[in-house]
């Protein structure tokens, strides 16, 4: 329930609901779009950034949070440390979200033995907060080439053209897969998908599965990999380490088994590193939709080792996180609501975008009229504006909001909230880590038997993602990366050594660099604190 002290503001936004209705709301020019951007998108906030002093990226630039862990060493004392493996398998799957469970799933498909370990419980990950849907080109109205050339444009042309090629193009047949694994799309009357546009999407290409695809999808795949022996599942296990051969080929990791609280090695012919994004990170202070295990341990883990990264100065700032009540900061509201036509709208009643322009867009308008002292403040003094929702129940009939979204609706309905009478709180969220380890088409980074899938991957976004794609990121190079690395089961991966990290401390020492954080940090210091 919004307290008095809101409810002035509602007044506003429901008396300026039938006069913005009828005016209409232009895009923005590029070059009005690009200025828009370089005042207010966190991402060209100079102070927020520092050039790296170490390892194959140095003198590049990303935020302090990741220059910390760069610059940091590990909470574990390496002399201690039997590197004599425990157990050897032929490909080694860290992380257990879409990526990682698609990459083991086609791993074992092609006869590898695989092992999957991961930080949380299997599916506890960002892909089961992946609410709006999948980007994929199944409508009639739609092709690859469309889907390439949106792709790119969202990402302001810095995402890797062969990256991309492949994405799209491979993005039907991920979905016939996910098909008939189970997953079951919402479908229209006549059977077929049921396919929807987003901002910066040309064609209709969303398909969902409700307003929980990510979670749904992650249900079918987690009981798809409960019916494979031959991949073994090690919960509450994350890595603290990758180990490397005599001649610098990634051959396994060290992992942490959190429930005995020790430490083992086990030797692979193949390292896949899916462990996610860094949202938890919380860049510049922003609150995040990212669940607690997004530290950035990918990042970290390949960087020591010796991979190239790319983009890790780009962060996705959703445009709608929630911003009241106080308890659900950083809950999306998903880009449905703005797709059907609910408006942005300030303290004053008037909309200031078009809900259709990108996200970084979007993002940088909300940021701008907040600063401009044109948001909504709440009693415990965070800043927002208003997401009319209830102008879609209106134009689509009673019960529709219900219907649609029934997972926001009970959320809000929990705090006396109802969506279809009441507008929406919103401020930006950190949300996406837009660059990361850069990968070839395969998935595989710089460093040799060392692949990487999902939000951790670098080089497919560019400096801005666009709705959707990120699942089917996910699904296109965690299969390409399980094939990929399958092929290495017949490789001898030498002995384990540790040589690539004591290079890397070396040269933090003669740098004098010196820092009280550890890293990979694994859990935020909130969380840490009560383990």
Not at 65 to 70: C, G, K, N, S, V
Not at 155 to 169: A, H, I, N, P, T
């Amino acid at each position: 329930m919004y307290p008095e002290i809101m409810l002035g503001s509602i007044e506003v936004v429901d008396a300026s609901r039938e006069k913005r209705k009828m005016d209409a709301m232009e895009m923005l020019s590029e070059e009005e779009a690009e200025g828009l951007l370089k005042r207010f998108h966190p991402d060209y906030k100079e102070s927020a950034f520092r050039n790296l002093r170490v390892g194959v990226n140095r003198g590049e630039r990303t935020t302090h949070e990741i220059a910390d862990l760069f610059e940091a060493f590990g909470d574990l004392d390496y002399s201690k440390i039997d590197l004599k493996p425990e157990c050897d398998t032929d490909v080694l799957v860290l992380g257990g979200g879409g990526a990682g469970v698609t990459a083991a799933l086609f791993a074992q498909s092609m006869g590898a033995r695989v092992i999957l370990a991961t930080k949380l419980r299997l599916g506890n990950s960002n892909t089961i907060m992946a609410l709006g849907g999948m980007q994929a080109s199944v409508d009639e109205h739609d092709s690859p080439v469309r889907h390439f050339c949106d792709t790119m444009v969202a990402g302001k042309f810095s995402g890797r053209r062969d990256l991309v090629k492949v994405m799209v193009e491979d993005g039907p047949r991920i979905v016939k897969w996910l098909l008939d694994t189970g997953v079951d799309f919402d479908r229209d009357e006549a059977g077929n998908l049921t396919t929807k546009k987003a901002g910066g999407i040309s064609a209709p290409r969303i398909i969902s599965i409700g307003d929980h695809t990510g979670l749904n999808i992650m249900k079918v795949l987690k009981d798809e990999i409960g019916k494979r022996d031959s991949i073994e599942v090690s919960e509450f296990t994350p890595a603290v380490e990758l180990t490397t051969n005599e001649f610098g080929e990634c051959n396994g990791a060290i992992l942490y088994d959190l429930g005995r609280k020790r430490h083992f090695v086990v030797r692979a012919k193949a390292v896949i590193l899916a462990t996610g994004g860094s949202g938890r990170l919380h860049m510049q202070g922003f609150p995040t939709s990212n669940n607690f295990g997004a530290t950035g341990d990918a990042l970290v883990l390949a960087y020591r080792s010796g991979a190239r990264l790319e983009g890790v100065d780009s962060f996705q700032y959703h445009p709608t996180g929630v911003m009241f009540p106080e308890h659900m900061v950083g809950v999306l509201v998903t880009e449905a609501i703005r797709s059907l036509g609910g408006h942005l709208v300030n303290a004053r009643g008037e909309r200031f975008v078009n809900e259709l322009e990108t996200r970084d867009v979007c993002a940088a308008a909300i940021i701008r009229e907040c600063e401009s002292g044109n948001g909504v403040t709440t009693p415990f003094g965070k800043v927002g504006i208003w997401l009319d929702s209830p102008l879609i129940e209106e134009a689509q009939g009673k019960g529709f909001l219900r219907k649609r979204f029934p997972s926001l609706f009970r959320h809000f309905m929990r705090v006396g909230i109802d969506i279809s009478k009441r507008p929406l709180l919103v401020f930006p969220t950190l949300h996406y880590q837009n660059g990361g380890i850069l990968i070839d088409e395969q998935g595989e980074t710089t460093v040799k038997n060392l692949f990487v899938a999902g939000e951790a991957a670098g080089g497919i976004h560019g400096r801005n993602r666009a709705m959707g794609n990120s699942l089917l990121d996910i699904f296109v190079f965690g299969r390409r990366a399980g094939i990929a690395a399958s092929k290495k089961m017949y490789h001898t991966p030498g002995n384990v050594t540790l040589n690539h990290v004591t290079r890397y401390y070396d040269r933090l020492k003669s740098l004098r660099i010196s820092s009280v954080a550890k890293s990979p940090t694994l859990f935020p210091e909130f969380i840490v604190n009560k383990l």
